[in-house]
């Protein structure tokens, strides 16, 4: 059997950490089915990060993805927008809620950027790259690239949305991307994650675990 591989991060790579929210967390707006369980994973990893970017879910209120715009509608139904079929939520992670705070018990100081995303009142942005227009960018490629990265890992909530969409954007941007399954948990709403699993299959996301992660 192939050895394992096992990666030391350099100067290269950075740590994309998605969405560690109060609202994605138990008793959050939107929980997460143990989404209390990747924070210490990923405050174990980020200390193998030199370079790390948090993401945040950032929704004004009354936000198309929230179920409660939508007349008739119940939350995890999924409805037609402009730019395709959405999914509708729980109202979660509001601007300046304390939902929508980063987890206090996140450890990452050193954390260098935050790209706060779905502020857009009528587009919905699991990815940390492009809005599900797939059209609006929010930033993180230029970022990314203007600074060197060659590599992105990508961990954190929800797996099977934000996390994946995340990664599979990485990947389409040009970068060498890895989601780290152990250090993510997933929602799992109507074959989602089965879904999620193909797609970051086909665009050659690499699924790996924490313990690959060398943390000198
Ligand atoms: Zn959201």
């Known amino acids: 059997m192939a050895e ?25 707006a939107l929980a997460v089915p143990e989404g209390d369980a990747v924070i210490e994973p990923i405050n174990r990893l980020a200390r193998a990060f030199r370079h790390v970017v948090l993401t945040q879910d950032w929704h004004p209120e009354g936000h198309a993805s929230f179920a409660s715009s939508h007349p008739a509608k119940q939350p995890f139904e999924t409805t037609d927008l402009h730019y395709g079929p ?12 304390p939902g ?54 990508c961990a954190g909530l929800a797996l099977d949305f934000c996390v994946a969409w995340t990664a599979l954007d990485a990947a389409e941007a040009g970068f060498e991307t890895y989601l780290i399954e152990d250090a993510s948990r997933a929602i799992d709403t109507n074959g989602s994650l089965e879904k999620a699993r193909q797609d970051l299959e086909a665009a050659g996301v690499r699924m790996i675990k924490s313990d690959q992660i060398v943390v000198a």
């Open 86 to 97: 959405q999914v509708l939520w729980p109202d979660h992670c509001v601007q300046g809620t």
């Open 4 to 28: 394992r591989m096992t990666i030391k991060p350099g100067e290269n790579d950075i740590l994309i950490v998605v969405d560690v929210q109060n609202d994605f967390l138990p008793g959050g």
């Open 100 to 153: 929508a705070e980063i987890a206090r018990e996140l450890d990452i100081p050193h954390a260098q950027l935050v790209i706060r995303k779905g502020y857009n009142a009528g587009i919905d942005s699991y990815s940390g790259f492009k809005e599900a227009d797939r059209q609006t960018s929010t930033g993180p490629a230029g970022y990314l690239q203007e600074r060197g990265f060659r590599r992105v890992f």
